[in-house]
């Protein structure tokens, strides 16, 4: 029999998971997928949704118990994040100075609430499998099965001293009456419940992306006691924040009391411990009219925000069905006008996105990479726009098709096809010097026998989302209109037009002059439901 180790009082972080066998040495993580459950053999199944804080909480909950040796990651991807290739990346690279995962593709994977050695300990430990868009229950059960009979006993290593974490008992008397400060909170929060323990976990939080710190811990049973003891520390100030922390440390508790599903921010259900789909106050329905939503802004930063809460309030509740994945989304056309898009914040301080990535994204779009890497990807934008494919007989075709397409074809098979990368960027700045007031220059990423028709080898290929750029050279100032088919707005369009705005201003240098307005217009613009307590928070 394999070595184990008693862990009566694991596991010692809070989650929405499954405890089954504490001396199983397997661990699930079933990734986005809320809806698979495993019920026999395993230490611990659920779901991870974020590429640090929920990694983090796996990493502490393995430490803890040296008798898991496998992590299991099936289902799929959380939409707009990559938490299984996190794991993969962080098992193989380990993590940099900053605490990053190194090659993860989501933008947060900063792991700031766990220590190196515990990194290094808990790659030490485990062996991370590999069944990433998996969501067959019995294949996954058969796979713990065959990790059960390679069990090599409990983890003997001595256990690294973990991050300490300032734990709060809600000693706080509710009898008692307070009044916030009128102050700006550089803070958050996330409620959870440990049923175990039967109590309610408050988790203090502060600064966002690559500089989020867990302050404390908030522990008690009631609402009440908790929402002083936070008070009482001065860990909040803002009387809506405190309010709206209130809400839901009161529906915390009635879910505790009353052994329901409690999600942050998502409506209690009596009926289900599980909802299908957050419920978002929202001015649109189903049946209303889908029509775009406009924005206008002075800076980037300003605009994210708005846009933000435009379209939680007025976006749609449309349903994404996928063979992959399936979930539901605050959906609508958008348009985003930004008047001084070079003029900071350019970030907006609760956005995710790092300047450091930004800045390599936009020189990716500028000047791109080598071949190789390039080459690497189904598209890139420097390839679409700075080294776009087409043919020189494209150009000698007809409006419809004849016997004179044939002819072209033969010609161009006995003498060769002209190949033609076209730099459309520079195209467009050679056009305005020579024109400056032409104002049909239209910069195509779109190859349609390759990204409208999926065949063969293309068949599960991406294609762009950026569809086309617009430069208008107006009243000495470079004008620039972006039409994407789809983006993701709380992720997505930070990096978007952080990086679209750049080449704006690339191609004013070149021009000489100064950079005008920004206008982003997405047929779809979106934010998934696994991004709704942070849009929240970006409103409040």
């Given at each position: 029999?394999?070595?184990?180790?008693?862990?009566?009082?694991?596991?010692?972080?809070i989650?929405?998971?499954?405890?089954?066998?504490?001396?199983?040495?397997?661990?699930?993580?079933?990734?986005?997928?809320?809806?698979?459950?495993?019920?026999?053999?395993?230490?611990?199944?659920?779901?991870?949704?974020?590429?640090n804080?929920?990694?983090?909480?796996?990493?502490?909950?393995?430490?803890?118990?040296?008798?898991?040796r496998?992590?299991?990651?099936?289902?799929?991807?959380?939409?707009?994040?990559?938490?299984?290739?996190?794991?993969l990346?962080?098992?193989?690279?380990g993590?940099?100075?900053?605490?990053r995962i190194?090659?993860?593709?989501?933008?947060?994977?900063?792991?700031?609430?766990?220590?190196?050695?515990e990194?290094?300990?808990?790659?030490?430990?485990?062996t991370?499998?590999?069944?990433?868009?998996?969501?067959?229950?019995?294949?996954?059960?058969?796979?713990?099965?065959?990790?059960?009979?390679?069990?090599?006993?409990?983890?003997?290593?001595?256990?690294?001293?973990?991050?300490?974490?300032?734990?709060?008992?809600?000693?706080?008397?509710?009898?008692?009456?307070w009044?916030?400060?009128?102050?700006?909170?550089?803070?958050?929060?996330?409620i959870?419940?440990?049923?175990?323990?039967?109590?309610?976990?408050?988790?203090h939080?502060?600064?966002?992306?690559g500089?989020?710190?867990?302050?404390?811990?908030?522990?008690?049973?009631?609402?009440?006691?908790?929402?002083g003891?936070?008070?009482?520390?001065?860990?909040?100030?803002?009387?809506?924040?405190?309010?709206?922390?209130g809400?839901?440390l009161?529906?915390?508790e009635?879910?505790?009391?009353?052994?329901?599903?409690?999600?942050?921010?998502?409506?209690?259900?009596?009926?289900?411990?599980?909802?299908?789909?957050?419920?978002?106050?929202?001015?649109?329905?189903?049946?209303?009219?889908?029509?775009?939503?406009?924005?206008?802004?002075?800076?980037?930063?300003?605009?994210?925000q708005?846009?933000?809460?435009?379209?939680?309030?007025?976006?749609?509740?449309?349903?994404?069905?996928?063979?992959?994945?399936?979930?539901?989304?605050?959906?609508?056309?958008?348009?985003?006008?930004?008047?001084k898009?070079?003029?900071?914040?350019?970030?907006?301080?609760?956005c995710?996105?790092?300047?450091?990535?930004?800045?390599?994204?936009?020189?990716?779009?500028i000047?791109?990479?080598?071949?190789?890497?390039?080459?690497e990807?189904?598209?890139?934008?420097?390839s679409r726009?700075?080294?776009?494919?087409?043919?020189?007989?494209?150009?000698?075709?007809?409006?419809?098709?004849?016997?004179?397409?044939?002819?072209?074809?033969?010609?161009?098979?006995?003498?060769?096809?002209?190949?033609?990368?076209l730099d459309?960027?520079q195209?467009?700045?050679?056009?305005?010097r020579?024109?400056?007031?032409?104002?049909?220059?239209?910069?195509?990423?779109?190859?349609?026998?390759?990204?409208s028709?999926?065949?063969?080898?293309?068949?599960?290929?991406?294609?762009?989302?950026l569809?086309?750029?617009?430069?208008?050279?107006v009243?000495?100032?470079?004008?620039?209109?972006?039409?994407m088919?789809?983006?993701?707005?709380?992720?997505?369009?930070?990096?978007?037009?952080?990086?679209?705005?750049?080449?704006?201003?690339?191609?004013?240098?070149?021009?000489?002059?100064?950079?005008?307005?920004?206008?982003?217009?997405?047929?779809?613009?979106?934010?998934?439901?696994?991004?709704?307590?942070?849009?929240?928070?970006?409103?409040?």
């Open positions: 029999m394999p070595e184990k180790v008693d862990v009566s009082s694991w596991p010692t972080e989650g929405r998971y499954n405890v089954v066998d504490k001396q199983s040495p397997v661990a699930v993580c079933t990734l986005g997928d809320v809806d698979i459950t495993i019920k026999n053999d395993v230490a611990i199944s659920g779901p991870c949704r974020t590429e804080l929920g990694i983090e909480k796996i990493i502490k909950n393995v430490l803890s118990n040296p008798n898991i496998f992590l299991l990651l099936c289902g799929t991807e959380p939409k707009g994040h990559f938490v299984g290739q996190a794991f990346s962080l098992m193989t690279n993590i940099d100075a900053d605490m190194i090659g993860a593709k989501g933008v947060m994977p900063f792991l700031k609430n766990v220590t190196k050695e990194v290094e300990s808990f790659k030490r430990q485990i991370v499998v590999d069944m990433i868009g998996n969501r067959n229950v019995d294949d996954v059960m058969n796979k713990v099965e065959e990790l059960i009979a390679m069990d090599p006993g409990a983890f003997m290593e001595k256990q690294v001293v973990a991050k300490k974490v300032l734990l709060l008992e809600a000693d706080y008397d509710d009898q008692k009456q009044t916030p400060d009128d102050k700006y909170d550089d803070n958050w929060f996330t959870a419940l440990d049923k175990q323990n039967h109590r309610i976990v408050a988790e939080y502060v600064g966002y992306g500089q989020t710190q867990l302050c404390c811990k908030i522990v008690g049973t009631t609402a009440a006691s908790i929402a003891t936070i008070v009482k520390h001065k860990k909040i100030t803002r009387l809506y924040h405190a309010a709206y922390l809400k839901e009161q529906k915390a009635i879910a505790l009391k009353n052994d329901l599903d409690f999600v942050q921010e998502t409506d209690l259900t009596v009926a289900s411990h599980h909802t299908s789909m957050p419920d978002v106050p929202s001015t649109a329905s189903k049946g209303a009219a889908y029509s775009p939503i406009v924005v206008r802004a002075a800076t980037i930063a300003e605009a994210w708005k846009s933000v809460a435009a379209l939680m309030n007025h976006g749609h509740d449309r349903e994404v069905k996928a063979p992959e994945y399936s979930c539901w989304s605050k959906d609508a056309p958008m348009f985003i006008t930004i008047e898009p070079m003029a900071e914040p350019r970030i907006h301080p609760a995710l996105l790092q300047r450091s990535m930004a800045d390599e994204y936009a020189q990716k779009i000047h791109g990479v080598d071949p190789a890497t390039e080459n990807f189904d598209y890139t934008y420097f726009l700075r080294d776009y494919p087409d043919v020189e007989q494209r150009a000698e075709l007809r409006n419809r098709g004849t016997e004179h397409d044939a002819e072209i074809i033969a010609e161009a098979v006995k003498n060769g096809v002209a190949v033609k990368r459309q960027v195209l467009a700045i050679d056009t305005l020579k024109d400056p007031t032409r104002r049909s220059i239209v910069l195509s990423t779109w190859i349609p026998i390759r990204d028709i999926k065949f063969g080898k293309r068949e599960k290929t991406s294609s762009p989302c569809l086309s750029v617009h430069p208008q050279l009243d000495g100032k470079l004008h620039m209109f972006v039409v088919k789809t983006n993701e707005l709380f992720n997505g369009f930070p990096l978007n037009a952080y990086g679209f705005t750049l080449l704006q201003k690339y191609m004013a240098d070149q021009l000489g002059v100064a950079v005008g307005s920004y206008t982003h217009f997405s047929v779809s613009m979106q934010i998934y439901e696994d991004l709704y307590e942070s849009a929240r928070q970006v409103i409040a």
